[in-house]
């Protein structure tokens, strides 16, 4: 990930009072659904269009002097996503990798939720009572796991939009170790694998 390191949990954790965390958490769950009766989908993963135009993960800055990273991540959560996000905790076992750069020194913590898709599809209902809802986020997205027959549509023209820090290679990363696309599908897509 361009101009980031990654970090085992313990070393960022460690990094001194100088540094800024950031917690944001893949929402995702099995969706047996077919889009137009024949591509499957797999699975539907949520994302978020921020204030900013960018796309990203829920989530945000969290403050260690109140908790743990969870707690942080857990009620931003709840801020940006509404009262479905009580329904699920996002926990230590959810955590999958840590980053970060020099400037402005901050690192960002990355988990992934597994949802049934009921909890999902509450968090979408619900999003736009959400307390952020319009301020710092303006709406949430699902992920095409799929391509279309063009070889453009679907997941090839969705990572062509701009992504805020390195959510575009959190992403990339989270569903191919979480085996959500089918199998040969990064070769298939000609897009580059996450390191």
């Not at 949990?9 to 917690?23: I, K, M, N, S």
């Not at 952020?132 to 679907?154: A, I, K, N, W």
């Amino acid at each position: 990930m361009a101009g980031m390191r990654r970090l085992e949990l313990g070393e960022a954790l460690h990094l001194g009072p100088g540094w800024r965390h950031a917690c944001h958490a893949m929402l995702y769950a099995p969706d047996p659904g077919l889009l137009f009766g024949r591509i499957p989908l797999r699975y539907a993963v949520l994302m978020q269009m921020r204030f900013d135009g960018r796309l990203g993960f829920p989530g945000g800055f969290v403050d260690l002097r109140d908790g743990s990273l969870e707690d942080g991540l857990n009620r931003e959560l709840g801020e940006e996503l509404g009262e479905a996000a009580a329904a699920f905790r996002v926990e230590r076992a959810d955590y999958r990798s840590s980053h970060a750069g020099s400037r402005p020194r901050v690192v960002a913590h990355f988990y992934t939720k597994l949802l049934t898709l009921e909890q999902l599809t509450a968090v979408e209902m619900g999003a736009p009572r959400a307390g952020d809802h319009g301020l710092e986020v303006l709406g949430l997205v699902r992920v095409p796991l799929y391509t279309l027959r063009d070889g453009v549509g679907g997941l090839p023209a969705f990572l062509e939009n701009t992504f805020i820090g390195n959510a575009r290679e959190q992403l990339l990363e989270a569903v191919q170790n979480l085996g959500l696309l089918e199998p040969g599908s990064f070769a298939h897509l000609k897009i580059s694998t996450p390191p």
